[in-house]
């Protein structure tokens, strides 16, 4: 069975210093994953997707995330946050087979101090 | 290029009542999916309809709620009877095709308070 887990539910950092939001993943497939950002009051917002080709993923505003197998993580990371960046983030497996299949996170928020 | 709309964005209604949730897709997707949000938490699957046909309903609760995605016109989700904890927000998203690893496209959701 597949899951995802956002191993923090809230992460505050500083402006202008780096961003880590962390996730791990099982799958019994080679899984595609994504993170996903949302505004308060907004529908998501796709920011960056892994599908097996580089293992090292970039995405919109900077961020980017790193796909490793052995540790089964999809962290994302930013090396300098903005005060834009406060939102709600969500971490996604699929594993192709099917659309209840694609398993979201339970959400990371990150706060951002001036 | 209008993306995926939902209405509508915030809905009341008391215990009893039924509640009609909208979604069009973004222009060309033929594929809708419907995720329910709780409070602190991520999205649950509820269902997935390509046009006239239901393809993955595993997510939604067995009574009281319904989908359809007609050939024209919007997807509707359908809660009858309504219950407090149905409180949740619902979001639609779309696809072109039928690929569960490409991305899907949000609506910003329809935020529902039961009363």
């Known amino acids: 069975a597949q899951s995802v887990t956002q191993l923090d539910s809230h992460v505050s950092v500083s402006e202008g210093t780096p961003v880590l939001l962390r996730c791990n993943y099982s799958s019994s497939y080679s899984p595609s994953l994504f993170w996903y950002v949302q505004h308060p009051n907004k529908g998501l917002q796709l920011l960056l997707k892994y599908t097996s080709a580089a293992t090292l993923v970039k995405g919109i505003n900077g961020f980017e995330a790193e796909f490793k197998k052995s540790e089964t993580s999809f962290h994302l990371t930013k090396p300098s946050a903005h005060m834009s960046d406060a939102a709600e983030y969500f971490c996604?497996?699929?594993?192709?087979?099917?659309?209840?299949?694609?398993?979201f996170g339970s959400g990371t928020r990150l706060s951002i101090r001036p | 290029n209008a993306g995926v709309m939902q209405n509508p964005r915030h809905l009341v209604r008391r215990r009893g009542q039924e509640a009609r949730l909208r979604c069009s897709p973004m222009?060309?997707?033929?594929?809708v999916y419907w995720y329910r949000q709780l409070p602190e938490e991520g999205l649950k699957f509820m269902v997935y309809l390509q046009k006239e046909n239901i393809i993955d309903e595993s997510g939604m609760p067995k009574e009281r709620f319904s989908a359809e995605f007609p050939k024209e016109g919007p997807s509707i989700l359908r809660i009858q009877q309504v219950v407090r904890g149905d409180s949740a927000a619902y979001f639609c998203?779309?696809?072109?095709?039928?690929?569960?690893?490409?991305?899907?496209?949000f609506g910003n959701g329809t935020r529902l308070t039961v009363t």
């Open positions: 998203a779309s696809s072109r095709v039928e690929d569960y690893n490409s991305p899907l496209h």
């Open positions: 222009k060309g997707h033929s594929h």
């Open positions: 996604v497996v699929s594993d192709d087979s099917s659309a209840s299949k694609i398993i």
